[in-house]
């Protein structure tokens, strides 16, 4: 494996996993999509997602805040008012996962053919994707 690349052997395997579970979860690629259009608050952010819920959303904002990714920002203002935006580094995942987010959306017609196919061979009646839960 060339120099530089993670292999099957390297010693810091479980700690690339453990990097990898957080911002590969169902909802931390989609925060720091939302957010690589610039600083949002939290009421933005949550209409922004689909789907997500309140208590998700803060989970997500503050394992991404920790692990330095996003920036949280207190406004001492009435009512207080919070901010979330992207770090150095976390506008480099951005770019690291916006290739993965485009190919998502670009095959999603390909990947339910794929589906629909599999399920009726199979015998599957599973509901369409967009009616399945989240």
């Known amino acids: 494996m060339p120099e530089g690349r993670v292999g099957p ?3 810091n395997g479980c700690r690339i996993r453990e990097v990898l579970d957080l911002v590969a979860d169902k909802w931390s690629l989609y925060v720091v999509a939302h957010l690589g259009d610039g600083r949002k608050r939290f009421t933005e952010l949550k209409r922004g997602i689909d789907g997500i819920s309140q208590r998700m959303l803060t989970v997500t904002l503050r ?3 920790r692990d330095g990714v996003v920036l949280r920002t ?3 203002v009435m009512p207080p008012h919070v901010a979330y935006e992207l770090t150095p580094m976390g506008r480099t995942l951005l770019c690291a996962t916006a290739p993965l987010l485009e190919w998502s959306a670009e ?3 390909l990947i339910d053919a794929a589906r629909a196919t599999y399920d009726a061979r ?3 009646h599973l509901p369409p994707p967009a009616e399945v839960a989240g």
């Open 74 to 76: 207190v406004y001492n």
């Open 63 to 65: 394992g991404l805040e």
């Open 107 to 109: 095959h999603l017609p």
């Open 122 to 124: 199979s015998g599957l």
């Open 9 to 11: 052997h390297d010693p």
